[in-house]
């Protein structure tokens, strides 16, 4: 979930509340989008567990305009 100040991330085990300020990048590839924080930490979201992809899509590409960081998109990536 994504409000205006926080984003909440959960499992089946945790509950995590991050200020959207903490983000310094934001990555996807084919399978996967990478949230990484300035803490080092990376939040990892599996795009076939994502309900509405194109709307999460275009909220991070919004919210990456607005925090003035790098959207990467890399759909051909893969691991060598």
Request: hydrophobic residues 40%.
């Amino acid at each position: 979930e994504i409000g205006n100040e926080y984003m909440w991330a959960r499992d089946k085990a945790n509950e995590s509340k991050v200020a959207i300020t903490e983000l310094t990048e934001i990555c996807e590839i084919s399978s996967t989008i990478y949230m990484l924080l300035r803490s080092g930490q990376t939040l990892i979201l599996p795009k076939n567990k994502i309900n509405d992809l194109d709307s999460l899509t275009k909220t991070l590409h919004e919210l990456a305009d607005r925090l003035a960081i790098s959207y990467t998109v890399d759909q051909h990536w893969s691991w060598r």
